[in-house]
Structure formats: structure tokens, C-alpha cells
């Protein structure tokens, strides 16, 4: 199972960027699709955008598509989150999970590993 962590969060102001990270350990980080998700206060978790093995098939939920765009480094094990054009609305904690099964364009179904999360905090 591969172990992932998050990092890159921080307060930013509206309207700036931020870019979330997401390290893989332990298993090799090709055999798993990756997604982004969020929880902001008082709400339910909520997908954010998924990419497929080889990082060529993405998808974003409506809230974020245009502005956010996920990408992915196999070679350094690695996972991003680029999220332009930031709204107060996008506070939450972030986090990155993984399984080794695609992953839709909803992001539904459970997964094989998360990470801790990281706080993003952007303000009006």
C-alpha cells in the first residue's frame, strides 16, 4: 500500500494560487490513480479532481474545473494540485488519496490510502 503526504497548503488571498504536493512511499506510485478531495468546516467531504495512471485522463468537479488543474510526476513519485484564480469557498483541508482501480469522474468508490491533509485558507 503506498503511504502519501500532503503538503503546500497556506492563506492566500482571493483570486491567488497555490500548489498542493502529495509524496508517494512504499509501492510503486504507477500502479495507483490519484485524487484530490477537500473538507471545509461544517461540510461533507468533497472530490476535487482525479488523474489515471499515467496522468493523461483527468477529471475536476464543476466547482473547481478551469481553475485548479491536477497533475502527476511518476518519476518522483509524485502528485500536484495547481489551484489558480482562488475563492474563499475553496477553504477546506486537502487531501490526496490513491487506489489502484480508476477513478471516475465523480471520485465515488473507497480508496486504498490518504494522506494527512493540509490546511488552505483563502481569504476575501
Keep these: 500500500q503506498v503511504q502519501l503526504s500532503e503538503s503546500g497548503g497556506g492563506l492566500v488571498q482571493a483570486g491567488g494560487s497555490l500548489r498542493l504536493s502529495c509524496a508517494a512511499s512504499g509501492r510503486a506510485f504507477t500502479d495507483y490513480c490519484m485524487a484530490w478531495f477537500r473538507r471545509a468546516p461544517g461540510k461533507e467531504r468533497e472530490f476535487v479532481a482525479s488523474i489515471l495512471w499515467g496522468g493523461s485522463v483527468s477529471y475536476y468537479s464543476d466547482s473547481v474545473r478551469g481553475r485548479f ?56
Design 69 to 124: 488543474t491536477i497533475s502527476r510526476d511518476n518519476t518522483r513519485n509524485a502528485g500536484y494540485l495547481q489551484m489558480d484564480s482562488l475563492k474563499p469557498e475553496d477553504t477546506a483541508v486537502y487531501y490526496c488519496a490513491a487506489r489502484r482501480s480508476a477513478i471516475g469522474r465523480d471520485g465515488g468508490g473507497s480508496f486504498d490510502s490518504w494522506g494527512q491533509g493540509t490546511q488552505v485558507i483563502v481569504s476575501s
